[in-house]
C-alpha cells in the first residue's frame, strides 16, 4: 500500500443510475483537485449476480471494487420472495444477523479490541480494512441515504448506513462528505449516532438548505450547500439518443413527449403502505391516460434496476401500463445503459415526471422541465426549493390526479420561466462547483 489511494464510500450500484452518477461525479470532482490516484469502491450487492450487475460499469473504468466490512443483512435471492414490500420474518431474521454482525464489527473501533473484530472478517473484509487504514481520504459519494423515519429498525439502519464513516474516524483518516441531504433523524439514538459519525468530519456538505439546516442542529456547525453533484454529470456524446429513441417508436418532433421514471415503494410513515403504494400506482395510470387524450406521448424509463424488487423500477412501471388498455406508450428498459446514457436520452424529451430525484436532476440540468415526485428525506423539496422551482413538487404520500393534472399545465404553460431558472441554477452551480473543488485542495 506505498501509493496514493482514496475510498469511496458507502457503496457501488450500476445498477441505480442516479447513485452511479454520484459516485463517478464525485470522483471526477476529486480527480479535478489534482488527486488522480488509484480509487477503490466499496461493492453493492449480496450474490454473485448482484455483485457483478452493481459493478460491471464501474469497474470498465478502472475502478477497483471491495467488499463492505459491514454487509447487508440480506444474503441471498431467496430472501426475497415477498414482492417489494419486506415480511416480519424477514425483519426479524434480518434484525438478528444485523445485530450480531453489527457488535462484532464494533471491535474494530478500538485498537484494543481490533484483533478480535479481524478475527470475524473473511480474508476480503481484512483487505478492506488494510486499504481504508492505509487510505488518504475516505470519500462519501453525494446522495440522500442519511435518514430514517423511526420505528424498531431505525437504530440498526443508520449506524449500517455511517458503519464505514465511523471506522474511518476511528482509524485517523480524512473524511470528506460531498453534498447530501440529511434528514428525517427519528428513531431511538439516532440523531446521536449522526452526530457521533460526522461531527468531526474534515468535509460535510449537504445538497440543499433544508438538510443543512437540520444537519447543522445536529453536528452544531454550519454545514454549506453546494449543489448535488448529478447536475454536473456530463452526456454520452457516442449515444446518439435521438437516433435510439426513434427506432424504439418514441414519436419525437410529432407528439410532446413526457418521460416518467417510477419506483417501488414502501411508504414507511403510512399506516396501510400497501394500499398508498395502490394509490400511487392508480394515479399514475390515470394521468397516463388523461396525457394520452390530450395527444401527449408517455416514454417510462427504467432508471433503477434493482437489485432488490424495493429498487427495481420495471416493477412499477410494468404494474402501470398492464392497466392502460392500449400501447400508446414507450418503455426504455435497458440494462446497458449507464447514467451518461440516461441523460442524454431525458435531453430529448420534452417533459419529464420524475419519482427517481436523479432522473429529474438528470433532465433540468439538459434543460428539460420536469415534476419531482418527492419521497425519502428533503432532497426533493430541498433542491427544487434552493432552484426557485418548488411549486413543481408533490409529495408521495400525497399523490392525486388534480393536483399532478394542475402541476403539470403550469409547468407547460410556464415552460420559458422554468427554463431561465434551471440555466440560472445551473451557472450557480458551476460556480460553487469551483469553489467546492478548492475546498478538497485545502483538506487533502
Not at 117 to 126: A, D, N, R, V, W
Request: charged content about 25%; hydrophobic content about 35%; aromatic content about 12%.
Amino acid at each position: 500500500m506505498n501509493n496514493k489511494h482514496y475510498v469511496v464510500i458507502p457503496g457501488n450500484t450500476d445498477l441505480n443510475r442516479g447513485d452511479q452518477a454520484l459516485v463517478w461525479e464525485s470522483i471526477r470532482l476529486v480527480k479535478e483537485a489534482g488527486y488522480d490516484e488509484n480509487y477503490y469502491i466499496l461493492r453493492s450487492g449480496e450474490t454473485e449476480k448482484e455483485i457483478y450487475l452493481q459493478s460491471r460499469q464501474t469497474k470498465e473504468l478502472g475502478y477497483k471494487i471491495i467488499k463492505p466490512i459491514l454487509r447487508h443483512p440480506k444474503r441471498s435471492d431467496n430472501e426475497e420472495k415477498e414482492g417489494h414490500f419486506y415480511s416480519k420474518k424477514q425483519i426479524l431474521v434480518w434484525g438478528f444477523r444485523g445485530l450480531i454482525e453489527g457488535l462484532a464489527r464494533i471491535l474494530l473501533f478500538n485498537r484494543f479490541t481490533q484483533k478480535i473484530g479481524m478475527f470475524f472478517l473473511s480474508s476480503e473484509q481484512k483487505k478492506t480494512f488494510e486499504i481504508i487504514k492505509n487510505a488518504d481520504a475516505v470519500i462519501v459519494k453525494g446522495g440522500g441515504f442519511i435518514h430514517s423515519y423511526g420505528g424498531i429498525v431505525s437504530t440498526y439502519q443508520i449506524f449500517y448506513s455511517l458503519y464505514h464513516v465511523i471506522l474511518a474516524r476511528k482509524l485517523n483518516k480524512p473524511v470528506l462528505i460531498m453534498p447530501n441531504s440529511f434528514g428525517p433523524f427519528d428513531g431511538p439514538f439516532v440523531k446521536w449516532i449522526v452526530s457521533y459519525a460526522l461531527k468531526d468530519c474534515e468535509l460535510i456538505t449537504a445538497r440543499e438548505t433544508i438538510s443543512s439546516k437540520q444537519l447543522s442542529d445536529v453536528v452544531k456547525s454550519e454545514v454549506p450547500v453546494f449543489p448535488d453533484l448529478g447536475f454536473f454529470l456530463q452526456k454520452n456524446e457516442d449515444f446518439d439518443a435521438r437516433k435510439y429513441l426513434l427506432r424504439q417508436g418514441v414519436p419525437l418532433g410529432q407528439k410532446k413527449c413526457v418521460g416518467f421514471t417510477l419506483r417501488p415503494y414502501r411508504f414507511p410513515s403510512s399506516k396501510d403502505p400497501i394500499q398508498k403504494y395502490k394509490s400511487y400506482v392508480k394515479t399514475i395510470k390515470d394521468f397516463v391516460l388523461w396525457l394520452q387524450k390530450n395527444n401527449y406521448y408517455p416514454v417510462f424509463i427504467a432508471q433503477t434496476l434493482g437489485p432488490s424488487n424495493h429498487e427495481d423500477d420495471r416493477i412499477a412501471i410494468e404494474e402501470v401500463v398492464k392497466t392502460l388498455g392500449n400501447d400508446e406508450y414507450v418503455i426504455i428498459n435497458n440494462i446497458d445503459h449507464n447514467c451518461k446514457d440516461l441523460k442524454s436520452i431525458y435531453a430529448e424529451l420534452d417533459y419529464l415526471i420524475g419519482t427517481r430525484f436523479h432522473s429529474v436532476i438528470f433532465a433540468m440540468s439538459a434543460g428539460v422541465p420536469s415534476i419531482a415526485i418527492a419521497y425519502g428525506g428533503n432532497k426533493g423539496e430541498g433542491i427544487t426549493t434552493d432552484m426557485e422551482l418548488d411549486d413543481y413538487v408533490i409529495r408521495i404520500e400525497n399523490i392525486n390526479l388534480n393536483e399532478l393534472k394542475n402541476k403539470f399545465l403550469l409547468l407547460v404553460n410556464n415552460e420559458f420561466e422554468i427554463k431561465s431558472k434551471i440555466q440560472k441554477y445551473m451557472e450557480f452551480a458551476n460556480r460553487n462547483r469551483i469553489i467546492l473543488k478548492e475546498k478538497i485542495k485545502e483538506i487533502i
